[in-house]
């Protein structure tokens, strides 16, 4: 008896833990399908998220994942899914994690991303970079093989539409919200919203210096006015419009005891050194409070 219920209770558990590795229609862990033909590739909490949408005329990705191998991964996952090529690929921001990969899928794939996106990659591209993912393992070493900057051949400036097969897909500019060139990309049909990284879900990312928190708390406004029924951010599990609603919580309260520090006339290394939100002490990334700290400071002091 005692070693009969062991045994079958790890088959069962086998069984169970096989299932549910298996994801969305067995497209592997971190694959979720978000509606007919919409699926996303979020492995965890905090990594990079990237998607992709079947139309009858081919496929419309949503970033280039945030590793080589993830990028492999996603086109070895959408040839599963159909045979249809690869028609676009938007870009939600200029960095690594989310465009760096572009050259997996670009040629044939066309990249888009607002104005300014390709300046800015190559102004942020890092030559060691294949170098020093090749060196991470073997595996990594063959994903990262071509490994090249590929820019957007697209740039629009401030709204896009993409009709492609049955699906429209709008492109929004969100101006300072994360890196110099953010677009989110609205399927008003599905009422499914990639949004980018102007919020992740539960937590705190790296902040630029050039992020304007009045700006990122209009996009919020923005892309709640839309009525989203999924919402799909940069990192993190697909959601709802919560995320946006957490994030406002988030920045508001951050903007209200920054404002009375600084009325207290404290410095910014004071309140960078005082100043906790255990409101927000189980968010991801707690490290980077200050520069979540100094954009407040910035926007106070304005
Ligand atoms: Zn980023």
Not at 67 to 81: C, D, E, F, G, Q
Not at 165 to 183: C, Q
Not at 239 to 251: A, H, I, L, P, R
């Amino acid at each position: 008896m005692k070693l009969k219920i062991p045994v079958l209770g790890s088959v069962a558990l086998a069984a169970f833990l096989w299932a549910g590795a298996l994801g969305a229609q067995d497209l592997g862990p971190g694959f979720h399908k978000i509606k007919d033909g919409i699926y996303t590739f979020a492995p965890d909490q905090t990594t990079t998220t990237c998607s992709f949408v079947v139309t009858q005329d081919g496929v419309v990705m949503i970033d280039a994942c945030n590793s080589p191998l993830h990028s492999r991964n996603m086109l070895a996952t959408i040839k599963k899914v159909t045979d249809k090529p690869i028609l676009f690929l938007v870009n939600t921001e200029t960095h690594g994690d989310h465009a760096g990969n572009n050259f997996v899928f670009s040629p044939p794939a066309i990249i888009i991303n607002a104005g300014g996106a390709g300046a800015g990659m190559k102004k942020e591209y890092n030559p060691k970079r294949a170098e020093t993912l090749a060196a991470q393992s073997a595996e990594m070493r063959e994903a990262v093989k071509g490994e090249r900057m590929v820019p957007p051949q697209i740039e629009y400036k401030d709204r896009m539409t993409l009709n492609i097969g049955e699906r429209t897909f709008e492109l929004i500019y969100l101006k300072n919200v994360h890196s110099v060139a953010d677009t989110a990309v609205w399927m008003p049909k599905e009422r499914v919203l990639f949004a980018a990284s102007a919020a992740v879900v539960r937590g705190l990312q790296n902040l630029r210096p050039a992020v304007v928190i009045a700006d990122v708390l209009a996009s919020y406004k923005l892309m709640k006015s839309l009525n989203p029924e999924i919402v799909v951010a940069g990192h993190g599990q697909p959601t709802t419009t919560k995320v946006f609603d957490e994030y406002e919580g988030f920045f508001n309260l951050l903007l209200k005891r920054v404002g009375e520090m600084v009325a207290n006339g404290s410095s910014l290394e004071q309140i960078k050194k005082e100043l906790k939100l255990p409101e927000y002490a189980d968010w991801a990334g707690q490290g980077r409070l200050g520069l979540y700290i100094e954009a407040a400071y910035r926007s106070v002091k304005k």
